[in-house]
């Protein structure tokens, strides 16, 4: 299985951005793909997935999926500079505790190398 993420770069504060994660090797639509993050000096956070988000990219940013291209993505907008991390794509299998624990990591099977978003002030 590979989870390969990409749309990162460097942003203006007010911004967008839409980032990419194309899955191979596992049936896509059994799986919930998911978004998290991780900054520096912190622990990694949930983002997105679902129709789930953050309360912290509530009305900003917005997850979506082709199935027909195992491709999941998110669109950033209004970037803040406190939104500068690392962001992972990530595989969950469909089970009636994903749709609980969705915003745990460990329930995540797969995850991609990552993707730096910077966003300066």
């Known amino acids: 299985v590979q989870l390969q993420a990409s749309g990162g770069g460097l942003v203006q504060a007010g911004d967008s951005l839409r980032l990419s994660c194309q899955a191979s090797?596992?049936?896509?639509?059994?799986?919930?793909m998911g978004w998290f993050r991780q900054a520096p000096g912190k622990e990694r956070e949930f983002v997105a997935v679902?129709?789930y988000l953050a309360n912290s990219v509530k009305g900003r940013f917005t997850i979506s999926r082709d199935n027909a291209k195992n491709t999941v993505y998110l669109q950033m907008h209004s970037l803040k500079p406190e939104d500068t991390a690392i962001y992972y794509c990530?595989?969950?299998?469909?089970?009636?505790?994903?749709?609980?624990?969705?915003?745990?990591?460990?329930?995540?099977?797969?995850w991609g190398q990552g993707t730096l978003v910077t966003v300066s002030s």
């Open positions: 990530a595989a969950a299998l469909r089970t009636p505790d994903s749709y609980v624990y969705y915003y745990n990591s460990d329930i995540y099977d797969y």
């Open positions: 090797g596992l049936t896509f639509s059994k799986y919930h």
């Open positions: 679902y129709t």
